[in-house]
């Protein structure tokens, strides 16, 4: 299993973004897909997941009314969707996979991509 992440960038606080994370290979049972950041001198944190069968999600209290995930199965692409972007915000983005029973327990998710940055400017 592979995962791709993409979109970011530098945008404005209060601009929206999407970042996507494209899925290759084969995972089996229902496992999520989640959204982790890691920001500048800061430990990595959960942001937001779907179970991929269920399609139940779970977000960061950071960003909840401001984020969705969401997932397109014919493109086995998973996205996250940030609006009123914050400079808070501003980290690596990194998109994870497992069978995971906690939702943001990293070790949890065998399958990462390799980051995507998003920078917020004020």
């Known amino acids: 299993v592979q995962l791709q992440a993409s979109g970011g960038g530098l945008v404005q606080a209060g601009d929206s973004s999407r970042l996507s994370c494209r899925i290759s290979?084969?995972?089996?049972?229902?496992?999520?897909v989640s959204w982790f950041r890691q920001a500048p001198g800061k430990e990595r944190q959960f942001v937001a997941g779907?179970?991929?069968?269920?399609?139940?999600?779970n977000y960061a209290d950071s960003v909840k009314g401001r984020f969705t995930v969401s997932r397109d199965s014919a493109k086995n692409t998973v996205y996250l969707q940030m609006n009123s972007l914050k400079p808070e915000d501003t980290a690596v983005y990194y998109c994870?996979?497992?069978?995971?029973?906690?939702?943001?327990?990293?070790?949890?998710?065998?399958?990462w991509g390799q980051g995507t940055l998003v920078t917020v400017s004020s």
């Open positions: 994870a996979l497992g069978r995971a029973r906690n939702w943001n327990t990293e070790s949890e998710y065998p399958y």
């Open positions: 290979g084969r995972a089996y049972g229902n496992y999520l």
């Open positions: 779907m179970g991929w069968n269920s399609g139940n999600t």
